[in-house]
């Protein structure tokens, strides 16, 4: 697998909802993620539909480029998203044998940092838990 820490194409896996962005997963009733086979490009019909429901960054998941220094979870001296390592930390699964079928991996940035450990705890992120982790909320 090819390792796109410096790769200014990678994705962020924990995007916002907005015109462009990839639509990968979905939050089913247990409140874990089931991913699509493809990821989709939503537009501003999808995002308005989408808002008609509770907020749209609670039931999906969505990745698009990683903004890296403009992104506040950058760390500039380790070059890397900072989210992720706080999501092994908070969540503390551990990294399993099988990873589940993810259709970004070749191109996200948790994975090209943490390999399976990231993907162990993803299914359980949805962006409102981040936000919280953070601070945000
Ligand atoms: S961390 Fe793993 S499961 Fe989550 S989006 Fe990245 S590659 Fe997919």
Known sequence: MENNKDNSSSYCPSYTVKPGAKLYGIVNENG??????SP??????????????????K??????????????QWNGNSKECGLVDQLIDIIG???SMQLQDCPIRSKCRWFS???GL?????????????MKIIGVD
Request: negative net charge; proline residues 2%.
């Open 59 to 72: 039931r999906f998941r969505f990745a698009g480029n990683c903004s890296k220094s403009g992104c506040n």
């Open 40 to 57: 989709i490009e939503i537009n501003q019909d999808f995002i308005e539909e989408a808002y008609k429901g509770r907020e749209p960054e």
């Open 113 to 115: 940092q943490r390999k």
């Open 32 to 37: 874990f993620i089931n991913y699509l086979k």
């Open 118 to 130: 990231a993907c162990a705890q993803c299914n359980e992120v949805i962006r409102d838990i981040e």
């Open 93 to 95: 699964n551990e990294e």
